[in-house]
């Protein structure tokens, strides 16, 4: 099951992915994580996707990571007495905590918060941003707006508010009843949604207790001022467009998504870059020349990998649309520009015995025709740091601990082998051999490059290199004691 690729894939599952035999073919077209999404289905539901993928993980063999995403919270109007109103430019519309049906002049807005937050000459976003509001006068319980951009407003329509900082948490009633139900389950990530601050990351990871690794979504403009602290203290990040698209104009989003991808590259944290990647394939076989251009640029920018939603979830060719994202990105990895590309924008600081050793296994591998690097590790933190020097041979993660390998799902290049736990360097190196030779990555006539730390099994010990050829005897004899 060697993917050929190092950028990973994240595929949502829903109504059109719910079976065994599509969640199998979407992992053999390319699918490495699939992604949960708490905000549709229930948890009859989520568990019985989740089954089926580990059925599936168990009968191909092969380590896989399911991703959790929260809901957060939703910011939603009431309800019209017609089910609608046509607002026009220019006109006045109210918004307050009235519970009568809402009609041509004002509506329901269930949360005080948000009046408790506004300030004349905010704006306010109504059905991801096709109505914008501009709000003239604000009180505790309602806000008086002028519509700037109108169009027709219905039933329970989101709202976004871009201007300021919302008191509130990142974690709803219904995220951390989620939350708890997941982590039982045994998925590998949880996804925040709307974090706009790091408090709502440490109290998610609170919480999870160690039970699942945590990414923030960016997807606010507060979120996206706080970046550094918010990845100081998340396992990953996620650049969600969509929201972000809605409250930042839109020109501003690939600059943002060029600077979080180096951000999180430069700490070795996994990035996924998502949202509308291949749109027009949840009815089109095909994608449009656009979409396609923009999966190359998120995997030349350096992603870990990048994400379907609705195309896998909802659409009417899930598989197709995996095989696609795959081929783009064995298409682009191929390309001499791509590795130029990734190298010059090499160049995080080395500050740790970890980081030279790792630095020092990818200038070797490159040096010397080397055919895998083969890191082992117990937390992921070993394979991560090769990972962020995006080494040209592939990289060979082994460990003892199946949740390391499944959060290993999301790393760029990591191709994770279950090994038992070492007591031994040299049991090291004959392990590593095996590996690659047995999963076709060398031949007895090649060498490879072992990391590895000393004492085993312990997180953040990386502190030794070694060449290793890749000799019959090491392959067929018994290991060292």
């Not at 009843?177 to 990351?201: H, I, K, M, N, T």
């Not at 990386?462 to 090491?474: F, G, K, M």
Request: proline share 5%; net charge negative; aromatic share 4%.
């Amino acid at each position: 099951m060697r993917r050929l690729r190092n950028v990973k894939i994240v595929a949502t599952l829903g109504p059109s992915s719910s079976d065994y035999d599509t969640i199998r073919a979407l992992f053999e077209a390319g699918a490495d994580v699939f992604r949960l999404n708490m905000s549709h289905g229930s948890h009859d539901e989520i568990r019985a996707r989740h089954d089926i993928i580990r059925k599936v993980e168990t009968d191909t063999g092969r380590p896989i990571g399911i991703l959790a995403d929260l809901q957060g919270p939703k910011l939603r109007v009431g309800v019209f007495a017609n089910g609608e109103e046509e607002l026009t430019e220019g006109q006045a519309f109210r918004l307050d905590l009235d519970k009568a049906e809402g009609d041509a002049t004002r509506v329901q807005l269930p949360h005080p918060e948000i009046f408790a937050a506004l300030e004349p000459g905010a704006s306010l976003l109504v059905n991801d941003g096709k109505i914008r509001l501009h709000v003239t006068e604000c009180g505790a319980d309602f806000a008086n707006c002028t519509v700037t951009v109108g169009g027709t407003i219905s039933n329970r329509k989101g709202v976004n508010v871009p201007d300021v900082v919302l008191p509130l948490a990142a974690l709803s009633p219904k995220d951390r009843a989620d939350l708890e139900f997941v982590c039982e389950l045994g998925v590998d990530w949880l996804a925040l949604s709307f974090v706009q601050r790091p408090e709502d990351v440490i109290e998610a990871r609170d919480l999870a207790a160690g039970r699942a690794a945590i990414l923030s979504k960016i997807e606010k403009p507060a979120a996206v001022k706080a970046f550094d602290a918010i990845l100081k203290v998340s396992d990953g990040i996620m650049v969600a467009r969509g929201d972000l698209g809605v409250e930042l104009p839109v020109q501003n989003v690939p600059p943002i998504q060029k600077r979080l991808v180096r951000g999180c590259r430069a700490v070795a944290k996994p990035v996924i870059v998502a949202t509308q990647m291949l749109e027009s394939m949840i009815e089109s076989p095909m994608p449009t020349r656009a979409e396609v251009s923009d999966v190359a640029t998120a995997i030349y920018e350096g992603a870990d990998a990048v994400m379907l939603s609705a195309e896998s979830a909802a659409g009417q060719y899930p598989v197709e649309a995996v095989e696609t994202m795959h081929n783009v990105a064995r298409e682009v990895e191929s390309d001499p520009t791509y590795r130029n590309v990734i190298e010059a924008s090499r160049g995080a600081q080395k500050q740790s015995v970890a980081d030279a050793i790792v630095s020092a296994a990818r200038e070797i591998a490159e040096t010397i025709d080397i055919k895998a690097i083969c890191c082992f590790t117990d937390s992921g933190t070993t394979v991560a740091l090769v990972a962020r020097e995006r080494p040209r041979p592939p990289i060979i993660a082994m460990t003892a601990r199946v949740a390391t390998a499944r959060r290993l799902c999301l790393t760029w290049g990591a191709y994770c082998v279950m090994s038992d736990e070492l007591g031994r360097f040299k049991q090291a190196v004959v392990r590593a051999v095996r590996a690659a030779t047995s999963e076709g990555f060398a031949t007895i006539e090649d060498q490879i490059v072992v990391t590895a730390g000393v004492p085993f099994n312990q997180p953040g010990t990386t502190n030794i290199v070694r060449v290793a050829p890749c000799d019959e005897r090491l392959i067929y004899r018994a290991e060292p004691e």
